[in-house]
């Protein structure tokens, strides 16, 4: 009779343990694919500013060819932490880097919006000036839908943090070597 109860207490652990992991997995792998999501917007914007770049047929000025080049230098900065990132989307040190990468890139890009809008010699192409526009016009565009996968990525995060520091599942967590994640 004992041996009874203490086999059903075993057998009610091994369940519950069995549980908790499959969601702990299942919340981590609902948090990387919410980062595949997010990735995908990431991307297309380092893809837009390069294409913006490509664009730009030169600098007028010095100071246009020095903010031309942090933006370049901050576009290669971000991609390789994205594809830090995108190895290890749960890994706080590489989304402590991305969230840095896109500040930098962020203060580039619109400090060279701000200094030179649009081209100010005389004859230039207009239709260089409306690339440029289109430009800039889909890239305010993206920031709404980077602004949307951040949200719900951070939102699948969330989740998953609170499942790892939840007791008894943190046990679980420890054992299996669940950490918990950035949010960006």
Known sequence: MFLTGWLIVLAVLLFWAVG???RLMRLRSSAIQAFGALDAELLRRTALLAEYDATVTGPRLPEDAQMHEALRASVTQYAASLAVMRARPLD???????????KVLDAAWQKLLESSPEPAREGEAVDA???????????????????????QFNAAVDHYNQAVAQFPANLLAWVFGFKQAQTL
């Open 20 to 22: 908790a992991y499959n």
């Open 92 to 102: 706080a040190s590489a989304g402590s880097a991305l969230v840095a990468g896109g």
């Open 129 to 151: 000036v409306q690339t440029l526009n289109s430009l800039i016009q889909r890239s305010e565009q993206q920031r709404s839908q980077i602004e949307n996968a951040t949200a």
